[in-house]
């Protein structure tokens, strides 16, 4: 952000960061910017084929709006498919199913969503999500430091010090992710135990001593 | 499903010269404030002339196709497909001109840190093509339904009041006026030089 009270660029200034499993890349809009009205993200198909969109809900209680900015996409939500080109809008309400794949490469959806009669309250997801790309793609400083503001974001939730421990864990640095680990069953042992035995990114540090003594 | 492109969206023609597209409204969405924005033509304004100063969005302008020159504050910008204006300050005045025949503005905003409410100015311009041909019944409605969910909208009231005043409803014009400056006293300034209320300004009960 400069100091003039405004920004401009462009979707292709904006970091990459594919996903873990699938083959959408986020270009995280509403991080870069800090723009805190409700959240607002780029999301693109590389391939013919690839997910713009992952399947998925908005359990929470998020409304979505999808704009095809680029490309052609197909849309099914609910049980409805449609083709939908650049300058398509698709609504879905909350809870319901919805996906995107590419139908041309390069494909790219601008997505934006809140809740109704609340604040908008930037979702942990989008700093997990980009600490993980980021120590994929070998740069763990700046992935840690993703995985810091989501700590501190959220200092009371479990979700954050538990992917925290993961991400640690993935690293190789096995004092720090059973530290965080430590405060994840702090807050929440009965959800720790329920992801952590199956969660294969701990599996570094599982044969640890510590580990047992937290999980015992 | 709902989905839509964006050239069959409703084009409202706008006093101004610029054409609302309404998005929000279309899906009645209600947890974020968006709508898209066409020109009558290249040159044609397709970004209103505007700060935020009352409503304190922080808004961001997407060129979603063609291309626009947007003035921020004094300083001219020419925007394509896919490159953006983000207005954290909302005191900054802003606008845009079309630059090709079928640019298209979408136009993404909120106040930070406060739930979405309905803006004021959509029931307003929705109502614009009603109001151009004088059919005041259904501008009225309009404003009656959107009156619904926030009774106490003193934009909402004060607007109403004026297609009342104009659609010969007088009595209804001066009870939403009262209400409105009530609300917030500001309104009462606003209706003295309102042309709208040239119909009740010399009754009794017009707030002075």
Same mark, same amino acid.
């Given at each position: ?71 052609? #996409? ?11 080109? $650049? ?8 809870? +319901? ?26 979702? $942990? ?5 980009? #600490? ?14 993703? +995985?810091?503001? #989501? ?12 992917? #925290? ?52 | ?208």
């Amino acid at each position: 952000m400069s100091d003039r009270g405004y920004e401009i660029l462009s979707i292709d200034d904006l970091d990459r960061y594919p996903t873990t499993q699938g083959s959408q890349i986020l270009r995280p809009l509403r991080r870069r910017i800090g723009f805190r009205p409700f959240g607002v993200n780029v999301w693109v198909g590389e391939a013919v084929g690839d997910h713009v969109i992952e399947p998925h809900r908005e359990p929470e209680g998020t409304e979505e709006l999808y704009v095809v900015v680029r490309g052609l #996409a197909r849309f099914t939500v609910g049980e409805e498919a449609h083709e939908a080109p $650049a300058g398509t809008l698709v609504h879905v309400p909350p809870g +319901m199913f919805r996906e995107a794949t590419a139908q041309e490469a390069g494909t790219a959806v601008l997505a934006m969503g809140g809740k109704e009669g609340e604040a908008f309250q930037p979702g $942990a997801w989008e700093d997990f999500f980009v #600490a993980y790309a980021e120590l994929r793609g070998g740069d763990p400083q700046r992935g840690r430091a993703a +995985m810091q503001e #989501a700590l501190e974001r959220q200092p009371d939730e479990w979700q954050g010090p538990y992917n #925290a421990a993961c991400f640690e864990a993935l690293a190789g640095e096995a004092d720090a992710a059973l530290e965080h680990l430590r405060r994840a069953v702090e807050l929440n042992r009965r959800e720790v135990e329920r992801y952590a035995p199956d969660d294969t990114d701990l599996d570094s540090i599982r044969e640890d001593p510590r580990y047992a003594e937290l999980l015992a | 499903m709902s989905l839509v492109h964006v050239d069959d969206l409703q084009a409202i023609e706008l006093p101004d010269g610029f054409v609302w597209r309404p998005v929000r409204r279309r899906f009645g969405i209600r947890a974020f404030g968006v709508n898209a924005y066409t020109a009558l033509g290249p040159g044609g304004q397709i970004v209103e002339e505007h700060t935020e100063a009352t409503l304190e969005h922080e808004e961001i302008y997407f060129v979603l196709r063609g291309r626009a020159r947007f003035t921020i504050d004094g300083d001219e910008h020419e925007l394509g497909p896919g490159e953006l204006v983000f207005v954290r300050d909302p005191q900054l005045r802003r606008g845009a001109i079309a630059l090709d025949e079928d640019t298209v503005v979408l136009a993404l905003g909120g106040r930070p840190g406060a739930p979405h409410t309905v803006s004021a100015w959509e029931t307003m311009f929705a109502a614009v093509p009603a109001a151009r041909e004088e059919r005041w019944d259904e501008a009225i409605a309009l404003h009656e339904e959107a009156l619904a969910e926030q009774p106490d909208s003193a934009p909402l009231l004060y607007n109403l009041a004026c297609m009342e005043a104009l659609g010969g409803r007088h009595v209804d014009a001066l009870l939403h006026l009262g209400r409105a400056v009530e609300l917030e006293p500001k309104w009462a300034e606003q209706a003295r030089q309102d042309p709208d209320f040239a119909a009740i300004r010399h009754e009794p009960g017009f707030p002075v």
